[in-house]
């Protein structure tokens, strides 16, 4: 060992310098020299002291930081989102300036994570930057979206195609009229269009209307075939009446000529054997079944007022095909809208398998309760809107063109609630006010560039995007802008993946904290991102909205300390480090921090001190207690092993801009036989009489129980001595052996 100078034994007198060591007695030298046998052997295991080592786990870094957005400045040894660890540093901040400041770093925390958040607690901005030399420079990033897609922000929005008006009462007939032919004088009477019945006492008819001109209404039940399977004519109308039954038999698909419609009245129903396919329009009021694929290809029309039930799939292809929806309309399997094709739901739609929108100039919009196993968009369009609900049993999938068209649009106060959501490469979600996303379980972003992402409105009331989990999906490590919130959108999650930034070995990357210049996700003007239980935000649910009611409990911040423990030299082979126990705080934006005695193990009397200014009283006294004897309480707990709580504020201090708690000179003096001795903070490779320590993420230690050696406490304590580079030793107490609070 070089010199004693650490761990001082001084006679003083008052005003002198307590910061050295000067020896007055044999004796005293003596124990000093056997509490630095004892410490190699018992603490260390027989290594030697790493000759960088000072016992301190608090790393001081010089952080300088350029500032975006206005609000309250607070850094972390680990990312806040999902999490609750103890502050590094406070105070606040305003858009456009630079801050200067040190922090106490907990040895190997080599990244540092800082936010920017509200009086609320949300976060507005954030940074995650690397902090492995003594001085930093970083930036939080500053790019905004300047291709923000087209969103109309109406209730409700409206696509650009024209759906079809819905039937008129008028359109539906409640009984045969007049003058009608049996169904069988068809072909007596086309040459004009005529009215032709099949009643309850017509027996099975096949039909073959090829001339057209005819209107057939159908009451009592059937099973029809068409004796020529081609193309329904032009200037036909099945009008099937109240009360009818009428079954589609056969391997035909009912595929028609244009103007040539069907008409199903309340109480009414029909069934298809296969499908429907090209020009069919219906309109309908009763009950449909479809065995086979349903589909109003080329320019049919599909008006659904009362229910249909798809056995298979549910297709929309061409230009002129469209689907409406304002009853219950049931799908076996999947729903397809590609090429341009339009569907608009107005009332409820249940499709168990996937619904699939697949192109550039289609139109999918839902007005009402629309319930999907997955729901995929690809391609893009500008009509895909949602203006009430979506409920996806499973995952909600995005990947579109890279181009501002392409967009999934929610109206003001509309929702949708998905278990998962997979948002793949380009695409926007453009929500409008008090809209709700609902993820229940993993959203995964990989959005790939900084315009696309999840958008807010421009102003008024936000946006809540909210999910359980949101995750990184990225295959490329080093992506930068895997996820990008805009506007005016709250944001929020039980946990999402901690923030970082790509490039991080150029020199550009490195001028702005060694990680990169560009983030994995971005916070825009506007948008802010919270935890699911603290968001105070309240959005009130509605048919058309699952709503959003946060927690609202804020979070209790917990401040980063650093705990000075001393031995007090009473004995040579005593290594608890639990004679005196104080802790200091991060400091507050003016530097001052506030000093708490938390444990004195020791009977001698003691005095704290911050270099030469004392703190508070001798440190029994501090506690009610009598140095030189033991306190029993009622369960039979000494001084030496209870804990007072809270913990007895003593002082404060003031830790200068360019230093950090981890630089103080807390020190105590100890009086004995008319002998005061001073133990101060170590030079590197001394053997120590004091050990600095970072608290845990929630700032706290564990110190030894009294007569337990920290090395047995700690157990990689004497590991860290021999090498000042392992990390981690005092987050892993031997549960039993140290004082839990």
């Not at 603490?43 to 000072?54: A, P």
């Not at 500053?142 to 696509?159: K, L, N, V």
């Not at 699911?532 to 959003?548: L, S």
């Amino acid at each position: 060992m070089k010199n004693m100078s650490l761990a001082v034994l001084a006679v003083l007198a008052a005003g002198c310098n307590h910061d050295a060591w000067h020896q007055t007695f044999d004796q005293t030298a003596q124990s000093a020299k056997e509490y630095e046998a004892n410490f190699k052997n018992v603490v260390m295991g027989g290594q030697s002291i790493d000759e960088n080592q000072t016992w301190n786990t608090g790393v001081t870094t010089q952080v300088s930081l350029h500032i975006a957005k206005t609000g309250t400045l607070k850094v972390y040894a680990q990312d806040p989102v999902g999490s609750n660890p103890a502050v590094l540093y406070s105070s606040p901040v305003s858009a456009g300036e630079t801050r200067a400041f040190a922090v106490a770093r907990p040895q190997g925390a080599e990244t540092l994570y800082a936010v920017v958040a509200d009086s609320r607690g949300y976060i507005l901005d954030n940074i995650a930057f690397r902090a492995t030399d003594e001085k930093v420079t970083a930036a939080f990033y500053t790019g905004e979206s300047s291709q923000a897609p087209a969103f109309h922000g109406r209730r409700a929005i409206a696509p650009a195609f024209d759906f079809a008006d819905a039937p008129l009462d008028e359109d539906f007939a409640e009984a045969i009229p007049a003058g009608a032919y049996p169904a069988d004088q068809y072909y007596a009477h086309n040459s004009t269009i005529s009215n032709y019945y099949l009643d309850e006492k017509t027996e099975n008819v096949a039909l073959n209307p090829w001339v057209g001109k005819a209107y057939y209404y159908v009451t009592g039940k059937h099973n029809l075939t068409f004796s020529n399977p081609g193309d329904g004519s032009v200037g036909v109308r099945y009008y099937i009446l109240p009360g009818a039954d009428v079954h589609f038999v056969g391997t035909y698909n009912y595929n028609c000529a244009s103007n040539h419609a069907m008409y199903v009245s309340a109480g009414a129903k029909v069934t298809f054997d296969q499908g429907m396919t090209a020009n069919v329009h219906i309109y309908n009021r009763g009950e449909i079944v479809v065995k086979g694929v349903t589909g109003p290809y080329a320019n049919g029309l599909i008006f659904n007022e009362g229910t249909i039930t798809s056995e298979k799939n549910l297709s929309v292809f061409n230009s002129g095909s469209q689907v409406v929806n304002a009853g219950t309309w049931n799908v076996a399997k999947g729903v397809t809208v590609e090429g341009s094709g339009h569907m608009l739901n107005l009332g409820t739609m249940n499709v168990a398998d996937t619904t699939l929108v697949n192109s550039n100039n289609c139109t999918w919009v839902n007005d009402g309760q629309y319930f999907t196993g997955y729901y995929v968009y690809h391609a893009g369009s500008t009509d895909v809107i949602n203006n009430c609900k979506l409920t996806v049993h499973e995952t909600f999938y995005i990947n579109l063109g890279d181009t501002d068209r392409n967009s999934f649009q929610m109206d003001g106060g509309s929702g949708v609630v998905t278990k998962n959501f997979h948002f793949d490469g380009p695409g926007f979600i453009v929500m409008g006010s008090n809209s709700v996303f609902e993820v229940q379980q993993t959203a995964t972003m990989n959005i790939t560039k900084d315009v696309y992402g999840i958008y807010g409105p421009k102003e008024g009331d936000p946006a809540v995007f909210t999910a359980k989990e949101i995750v990184n999906g990225a295959k490329d490590a080093n992506q930068c802008f895997v996820a990008n919130y805009f506007q005016q959108l709250v944001v929020a999650t039980d946990k999402h993946f901690a923030q970082g930034y790509s490039d991080g070995t150029s020199d550009a990357a490195k001028a702005n904290g060694g990680i990169g210049s560009q983030p994995y996700y971005h916070i825009g003007s506007g948008a802010c991102l919270v935890e699911n239980g603290v968001a105070d935000t309240k959005i009130e649910a509605t048919q058309c909205n699952p709503g959003f009611n946060g927690g609202g409990k804020k979070k209790e911040e917990v401040s980063q300390y650093i705990y000075f423990a001393f031995e007090d030299l009473g004995m040579s082979d005593d290594f608890d480090f639990n004679d005196v126990v104080v802790r200091v705080a991060a400091p507050d934006a003016s530097g001052k921090a506030k000093v708490e005695l938390c444990a004195v193990g020791g009977t001698l009397e003691a005095y704290v001190y911050n270099g030469d200014d004392l703190l508070g009283d001798e440190v029994h006294t501090e506690f009610g207690w009598n140095y030189g004897t033991y306190v029993v309480d009622d369960k039979g707990n000494t001084n030496k092993d209870k804990i007072v709580t809270p913990f007895k504020e003593i002082g404060e201090v003031t830790v200068a801009a360019d230093a950090s708690v981890a630089d103080l000179n807390i020190n105590i003096h100890v009086r004995q036989n008319g002998v005061e001795r001073v133990i101060t903070r170590p030079a590197a490779g001394e053997t120590p009489f004091r050990i600095a320590v970072t608290g845990d993420d929630e700032g706290k230690w564990f110190w030894a129980k009294e007569r337990v050696n920290i090395s047995e406490a700690h157990t990689a304590f004497g590991e860290w001595g021999a090498n000042v580079n392992v990390t981690g030793w005092h987050l892993n107490p031997v549960v039993e052996k140290v004082v839990n609070w």
